[in-house]
C-alpha cells in the first residue's frame, strides 16, 4: 500500500486461527520464492560475468605488480644511503 506496509489476508477457512495460519504460509512461501537464485544463466550472462572475473583479476595483479615496484624501490633507496 502507499504506507510500504506488507498486507496478507486469508479468508480460505471458517475460523480465524486457520486463516491466521494461513497468511503465516503466504508469507513463507513469498519469502522462499524471493529468496530463489537463478540457476540458468545465459550464453550472455556467463560470457558477461567471465569477462568481469578476468578484469576483475587483472586489475588486483596490476595492484599487486605496483605496490612490489614501490616496496623495492623503497628497499634500493635504503640501500643507496648506507653504500653512499
Excluded: V
Excluded at 513463507?28 to 560475468?49: G, V
Amino acid at each position: 500500500n502507499k504506507k510500504g506496509e506488507f498486507a496478507i489476508s486469508s479468508q480460505r477457512h471458517r475460523t480465524q486461527e486457520q486463516n491466521l495460519n494461513d497468511c503465516y504460509k503466504k508469507i513463507w512461501d513469498i519469502i522462499k520464492e524471493a529468496s530463489k537464485t537463478p540457476t540458468d544463466s545465459s550464453e550472455e550472462q556467463k560470457l558477461r560475468i567471465k569477462n568481469l572475473q578476468r578484469k576483475a583479476n587483472e586489475e588486483r595483479l596490476k595492484r599487486k605488480t605496483k605496490h612490489s615496484e614501490k616496496k623495492t624501490l623503497r628497499r634500493e633507496r635504503k640501500d643507496s644511503k648506507f653504500f653512499l
